[in-house]
């Protein structure tokens, strides 16, 4: 039935984006305590979290997309849409589910936005260092193999059709 799979989903989605949101804590008190060691795996432990949310945020959608209703074209109004066709106590479940499944994926994209932020500050506070230090490299910066370091600092991103 679609309740049961939808709710078997939304938990699965919901443990996730906790997971992701732990290792987002360890990598965040990795950078403030400059603590390097086994970065990278943190890295590829938040991949392999977000391939996993992917895949369940397709089988979500395809679910939700069932119940096209009028005047409906995004994934929440599709959810409503079926949880109004449930019996209250599943459709409440399921609508607390999904509250706060989506409180924690706004919890993690808050956690994310700051530690960009400040990221973003460190980074500044480098190239200015560097400029003045060093103004013959114009403020570029490389890694420790000798390449150039990019400049985009994104972190994982949650479906923005929540």
């Given amino acids: 039935m679609n309740y049961e799979k939808c709710r078997e989903i939304l938990l699965k989605e919901f443990d996730l984006v906790q997971n992701a949101a732990a290792i987002q804590k360890k990598i965040q008190d990795a950078v403030t305590a ?32 069932a119940f096209e209703a009028p005047d409906v074209n995004d994934a929440k109004g599709r959810f409503y849409a079926m949880a109004v066709a449930l019996p209250p106590e599943q459709r409440n479940d399921l609508t607390a589910i999904y509250r706060s499944l989506k409180m924690e994926a706004l919890k993690l994209r808050m956690a994310n936005e700051a530690l960009e932020s400040y990221l973003g500050g460190v980074k500044a ?7 003045l230090a060093f103004p013959d490299r114009a403020g570029k910066m490389y890694t420790s193999q000798g390449t150039r370091l990019s400049h985009d600092m994104r972190s994982m991103v949650l479906n923005h059709r929540f």
């Fill in 125 to 131: 506070s480098l190239s200015d260092f560097f400029e």
């Fill in 34 to 65: 400059r603590e390097w060691t086994d970065f990278e795996g943190h890295f590829k432990a938040m991949n392999a979290v977000e391939s996993e949310i992917m895949a369940l945020e397709n089988e979500r959608e395809s679910l939700f997309s």
